[in-house]
């Protein structure tokens, strides 16, 4: 007898179909649902907009300025490059806080601890602005200037216990100098910002002709009188020829030069440099000025 073939049953495709529906939900819940974590691209997760659990990055919070200073965390600023070695030693402070109209009225001053074991190069040092980002380096100077001639410029050294001036604008000479005891004679046709010192010896106290000379009394009276580092193109005409030319000689900076060069006190403790900028460098408020070493390290740093 034939075999009788059995009609298709879809029912039997339904069942295995719901039964694997069901396996796949109860595998979906058990691995946890819609609660499961999902992993996120981000090697580090972005912290969120709004709200956060305890375990997400926050950002710092900045730290309060200090009274009257621009960003208020000088170790910052320190931090970036190092503190120098002459840190405590050189000491930066600011003339007029900015407030100069001018490049050759605007100066900083340098000043070397009288306890510091050497001499410090300033050549090659830099002068930086954290508020502009504005940069100047010191550079060489005329270690004894001298009138008519190209002055030689060298490397400058402060001693301890000296003092640096520094000008933003250009030197009313030419150059950078250190000062000596005969410097106050440019000061007669020469502006200069700070003041150069006159400290030339007075013109009674320098040495006269030798006798015999024809020096009148009333010459010798005028010599008394005049006033030190200055020049007389013009001495009254009834000194006499002889006091007159004995005057216009005698008391210039060339011949005051050559009669103290070998003093032991002719060279002064302070130098005058200049940046010879046409701008003025330093902001007159929120301003922090940095002084570093040829290296970058920072050796002091001065806020207002």
Same mark, same amino acid.
């Given at each position: 007898m034939a075999d009788i073939k059995k009609p298709h049953n879809g029912m039997?495709?339904? $069942?295995? !179909?719901? #039964? /694997?529906?069901? !396996?796949?939900?109860?595998?979906?819940w058990i691995g946890g649902g819609t609660l499961r974590e999902v992993a996120s691209p981000y090697i580090t997760p972005p912290v969120p907009v709004g709200g956060g659990s305890a375990t997400q990055r926050t950002t710092p919070t900045p730290k309060a300025p200090? %009274? +009257?200073? !621009?960003? +208020?965390?000088?170790?910052?600023?320190e931090e970036k490059s190092g503190a120098s070695s002459l $840190?405590?030693?050189?000491?930066? %402070?600011?003339?007029?806080?900015?407030?100069?109209?001018?490049?050759?009225?605007?100066?900083?001053?340098?000043?070397?601890?009288?306890s510091a074991p050497s001499r410090v190069?300033?050549?090659?040092? *830099?002068?930086?602005?954290?508020?502009?980002?504005?940069?100047? *380096?010191?550079? $060489? #100077?005329?270690?004894?200037?001298?009138?008519? *001639?190209?002055?030689?410029?060298?490397?400058?050294? &402060?001693?301890?216990?000296?003092?640096?001036?520094?000008? *933003?604008?250009?030197?009313? &000479? #030419?150059?950078?100098?250190?000062?000596? $005891?005969?410097? #106050?004679? /440019?000061?007669?046709f020469q502006n200069f910002t700070p003041s150069l010192p006159v400290v030339c010896p007075l013109p009674k106290t320098e040495p006269l002709?030798?006798?015999p000379n024809s020096l009148s009394d009333a010459c &010798?009276?005028?010599?008394?009188?005049?006033?030190?580092?200055?020049?007389e193109p013009q001495p009254p005409v009834e000194l006499?020829?002889?006091?007159?030319? /004995?005057?216009?000689?005698? !008391?210039t900076y060339p011949k005051c030069v050559a009669a103290h060069k070998s003093d032991t006190d002719f060279y002064k403790n302070e130098w005058h440099l200049y940046l010879s900028r046409d701008l003025t460098l330093w902001k007159s408020t929120r301003e922090v000025i940095t002084l570093r070493d040829a290296a970058g390290k920072v050796v002091d740093t001065v806020t207002y």
């Open positions: 039997e495709e339904i $069942k295995w !179909f719901v #039964g /694997f529906l069901i !396996f796949f939900v109860i595998a979906w200090q %009274s +009257g200073s !621009f960003s +208020g965390d000088l170790k910052a600023v $840190k405590g030693l050189l000491d930066l %402070s600011v003339n007029n806080y900015g407030s100069a109209v001018s490049p050759a009225e605007e100066y900083i001053t340098l000043q070397l601890s009288d190069l300033l050549s090659g040092m *830099t002068l930086n602005s954290e508020a502009s980002g504005r940069t100047a *380096t010191i550079g $060489k #100077g005329a270690y004894l200037p001298q009138q008519g *001639t190209v002055n030689p410029e060298e490397l400058v050294y &402060l001693e301890p216990g000296g003092v640096a001036y520094v000008v *933003t604008g250009r030197s009313p &000479l #030419g150059y950078s100098l250190r000062v000596n $005891k005969c410097i #106050g004679y /440019f000061e007669q002709p030798p006798p &010798l009276e005028h010599i008394n009188s005049m006033r030190r580092c200055r020049i006499g020829e002889e006091c007159i030319r /004995f005057i216009r000689d005698s !008391f």
